[in-house]
């Protein structure tokens, strides 16, 4: 079991909860009842789970059996996705109420809680390109000569990836081109950069337990990754479009965004103030005052002097202590 500080860990039994304005107030809200609980348990809490080391090949190429281990919890058909990301959230949440119910066994009940959340996590990281990319061809009334997802799955079915060092430098060279076209207004483009170069560094990911914190952060797997994703939302919001359907377009783009960073197992305590942040601006622009009171305003607020790119929840043991 878990623990901290010597004392037993217990395994949350809330989830994050929907939007609600005008009853909140930094007296009744705890971050616990906002961020995903299945986030919480520390390194303590899943460094069983770990079995990547990222170093641990002499030639620096994943083996088969890691390649296919890698790529395991990635679905591309829509439906598929669909279905097994609503499966994973439902087994997470039996999985906690199961612990509360039969707390000798609760060590393994929120293991199983843990793995379901990243693939509940992959599931959503599928269903946001798909939608970032739709929104891309909608803006620019065109189609994608290749989709993000028919990509990766010509990747997963050649049966070899790169090593993580390979797959980081070609996703920031990627990025690199995202971020020149964006200074020149080139928007779109830039943005489709930013999803090309996700498929230059999946199936790695700092959305699971497959690794360490540390050995995800230091070959810069968990900055590209997040900035990436943080780089779609920052362009999606410096469009020129202000109104109408593109403008409605890019910011569920953002939300989607945000809200998936939320979910990210390794996220930076700099990336979940910023998520919150942005979060925020939405909720006031789509519902004016009462978005200023609502739950993100209020988590931005929390958040709102936090930065850096440490872990967010390194410290969450029991309870989502990131805000302190």
Known sequence: MPKANGKRFNPPSHFSRPQKFGDQSAKIIDPS?????????????????????????????????IALRLWRG????????????????????????????????????YKRAIQFHDEYVKCELIKTVRFVESALNSIENSKSPEPVVDKLLRKKESGTIMSLEESVS????MKLKGNAAGHIGRHENAIRFYLEALTCIWP???????????????????????????????VALSHPAKTGSKRALLDNTVRVICELLLEIRYIT?????????????????????????GVNSFMAELFRDKKGDDWAHRHCVEGHMCHE
Not at 204 to 232: P, R, Y
Not at 274 to 280: D, H, T, V
Request: proline share 4%; net charge negative; aromatic share 8%.
């Open 33 to 65: 009842l906002i961020l995903p609980q299945a986030l919480l348990g520390g390194e303590e809490g899943i460094q069983r789970l770990h079995w990547c080391n990222p170093d641990g090949n002499p030639d620096g190429a994943p083996t088969e059996k």
């Open 269 to 293: 305590l700099g990336n979940l103030a910023k998520s919150f942040e942005r979060l925020a601006r939405l909720d006031e622009k789509e519902y004016g005052d009462q978005g200023k009171v």
């Open 170 to 173: 070609q996703g920031e060279a």
């Open 204 to 234: 790695w990911t700092s959305t699971d337990t497959s690794m360490t914190f540390d050995q995800a952060s230091s070959t810069g797997l968990v900055k590209l990754e997040q900035a990436l994703l943080g780089n779609i939302a920052s």
């Open 74 to 109: 990635w679905y591309f058909d829509y439906r598929t996705v669909v279905e097994r990301g609503k499966k994973s959230k439902m087994q997470i949440i039996m999985a906690f109420e199961a612990a509360i119910e039969d707390p000798k066994l609760a060590t393994q009940h």
